[in-house]
């Protein structure tokens, strides 16, 4: 039995579910596997603890160099690439390692065979066991561009003959879909926040379009619930348990511990769970298809992303990340806007955007976004060679019992290879439209949004759209001042680009060990990318020992500690009311965010 734990955004709780189902479970005699396939940010071996046994380092075949004696510069590489990995500028190649795919493409079209290829590491999987507890975890390399979904797959092959936990990245793009796909049961983790019921709906939407049939878990129940009941409602969602709003469960998780072992008033909690849980996933439950809530409607300007330009001048960007979600970044990012005001925002959180909700545009303009292609094979012209299958590096190709190639959609990346290769003709491929991207106007300044399609590869592809679509105003309204970014939380592809070039990068973490675990690894990133970077504390006053650990982290790659902010119920009441914390009670808090802004601002004055 596979029990994937997953959720629309971060923060909600997902981990701290799923460790805590975990640990039940193997108390209650069961054969537990725990695989965390949020491999950007695993956060799972915090809480369980397991004692590694050994390392495995993943690899994939990929494009290491250009050999420039053999380049003729006739730019075939850059024009088969769709994830702008690969550039021609002034009849010289450049490869930019952090976007490619390693689909093949550029090896197969080259005519001088001048692209070199070699094994690329893209993570590890690291094994091991937490008591009873079989725990396996993907670490995926920094600044490695779209490789987790891979690096998930192989994961997956160690799902244990009992119960599996799937601890699933958040969110709705590739990485989320890879983990959920094939579980017997998807258990969505929410909170009754805006930002956690908008996201939900996304979450929903994706799990419905694979073949899944989600159920909720409703974290920090007490809290104003009335719109996330009426969704569940609506969408005829079953609620399988709740665990209550309780500062004191936020201390035991700040520190590593497990609830259910420390607290033992919430264990009945997760009791109800795991019984209604496991009688889901053991049922035949048909996927509720018509109730899918389109993101949007198709229309206006297809765009794509534009091809990297290294000599191309951007505005001064400052991108608002932080490793892990529910740290409060995009809160912090609408108060920055507020303060900045008039002037440019992006939204780049692609797949979970929520900055909408606080700072209500009004759309001016809008098209679809093309990001990649759909694939499919005309089985009239298919000689059943199975070049194609052969050539594609994403499994995404099946061959069914009578000798016939169809496309696994889900599994598909829109590279193109099989189109390359294909002597018959057979392969079909058009424009496939993966979002929505828009230019608005709110009351603090315009701002470029998009926002993803369900269960869509590309996410990197639209963050990219979106800066430039931001870096276009800029020049067209002559706008001073810098573009703010809402970017995302992670390591992975759509991170990167949101980080890649910016002025200054700054990174919103709590003191819990989950917070200074993926503080570290979105400062590896910075640094990787040369970006400089500065870190501001939110619920500084959750843990003490924690925060000061983060101020000697910060210090010690020398990156700026911004400010701290205390444990404040008024964000979550300021969400509520669709308002940013000053505009709502800035209290205590607001002189600290302003302070912290006036902080950013002079330091990027200096050169």
Not at 151 to 178: F, N
Not at 268 to 275: L, N, Q, R
Not at 568 to 588: P, R
């Amino acid at each position: 039995m596979k029990i994937a734990i997953s959720s629309g955004k971060g923060g909600t709780g997902k981990t701290f579910i799923a460790t805590n189902l975990a640990a039940l479970l193997a108390q209650r005699g069961r054969g537990v596997v725990y695989l965390d396939c949020d491999v950007e940010e695993p956060n799972g071996h915090l809480f369980l603890k397991p004692e590694t046994e050994r390392t495995e380092r993943m690899t994939v075949p990929a494009p290491v160099s250009i050999d420039a004696d053999k380049c003729i510069g006739c730019g075939r590489c850059a024009e088969v690439c769709h994830y702008n990995a690969i550039a021609v500028v002034k009849d010289k190649v450049l490869l930019f390692d952090e976007l490619c795919h390693a689909c093949g493409a550029c090896s197969i079209v080259c005519p001088e065979g001048a692209i070199i290829e070699g094994d690329k590491e893209i993570g590890q999987i690291k094994h091991g066991r937490s008591g009873d507890i079989g725990f396996h975890y993907g670490l995926l390399k920094t600044a490695v561009g779209g490789m987790s979904p891979r690096l998930i797959a192989a994961l997956k092959k160690y799902a244990g003959d009992d119960i599996t936990i799937l601890d699933s990245p958040p969110g709705t793009a590739c990485s989320a879909v890879e983990t959920v796909a094939g579980a017997d049961l998807c258990l969505l983790v929410a909170d009754p926040t805006p930002f956690a019921v908008h996201d939900l709906k996304l979450a929903v939407n994706m799990c419905r379009q694979i073949g899944q049939e989600p159920a909720v878990v409703v974290n920090r129940a007490g809290l104003d619930d009335a719109e996330l009941s009426q969704y569940c409602r609506r969408a005829q969602l079953e609620v399988v348990g709740e665990i209550p709003d309780s500062r004191q469960i936020a201390e035991v998780y700040s520190v590593g511990d497990l609830v259910v072992e420390k607290l033992p008033e919430i264990r009945p909690y997760f009791e109800k769970i795991i019984e209604r849980a496991q009688a889901l996933a053991a049922a035949e439950r048909p996927v509720k298809t018509d109730l899918i809530e389109p993101l949007f409607r198709p229309g206006g300007e297809r765009s794509r992303a534009r091809k990297p330009d290294p000599t191309a001048k951007r505005p001064e960007e400052v991108v608002i990340i932080s490793g892990k979600g529910g740290t409060g970044k995009t809160s912090l990012a609408a108060c920055f806007a507020q303060l900045a005001a008039p002037g440019l925002v992006s939204d780049c959180d692609v797949d979970a955007a929520d900055l909408h909700l606080v700072l209500d545009p009004q759309v001016q303009e809008e098209g679809d976004f093309v990001g990649g292609v759909t694939v499919e094979i005309d089985q009239e012209k298919c000689t059943r060679c199975g070049k194609c299958r052969e050539s594609c590096r994403f499994d995404a190709i099946t061959r069914t019992d009578d000798g016939r190639y169809l496309v696994d959609q889900v599994a598909c990346e829109g590279c193109g290879v099989c189109e390359l290769v294909c002597e018959d003709d057979a392969v079909k491929i058009e424009d496939d439209i993966n979002g929505k991207w828009f230019v608005s106007e709110t009351r603090f300044g315009p701002m470029s949004p998009a926002i993803l399609g369900h269960a869509e590869e590309n996410s990197g592809r639209l963050v990219t759209l979106v800066r430039d679509l931001a870096a276009d105003l800029t020049t067209a309204a002559r706008q001073p001042g810098n573009v703010l970014i809402d970017g995302l939380p992670g390591t992975g592809c759509p991170v990167i680009a949101s980080v890649s070039g910016v002025r200054y990068a700054v990174i919103v973490t709590e003191p819990t060990v989950s917070g200074l675990h993926d503080l570290r690894r979105i400062l590896d990133l910075t640094r990787h990318f040369r970006v400089r970077a500065g870190v501001i504390v939110n619920k500084a006053d959750l843990n003490q020992e924690m925060t000061e650990k983060i101020r000697t982290e910060t210090e010690g790659v020398g990156a700026d500690l911004l400010g701290e902010i205390a444990y404040d119920d008024n964000f979550t009441q300021a969400q509520m009311k669709h308002k940013t914390l000053l505009e709502y009670d800035g209290g205590e808090t607001g002189p600290v965010i302003a302070s912290i802004w006036e902080k950013i601002t002079k330091l990027l004055k200096k050169p």
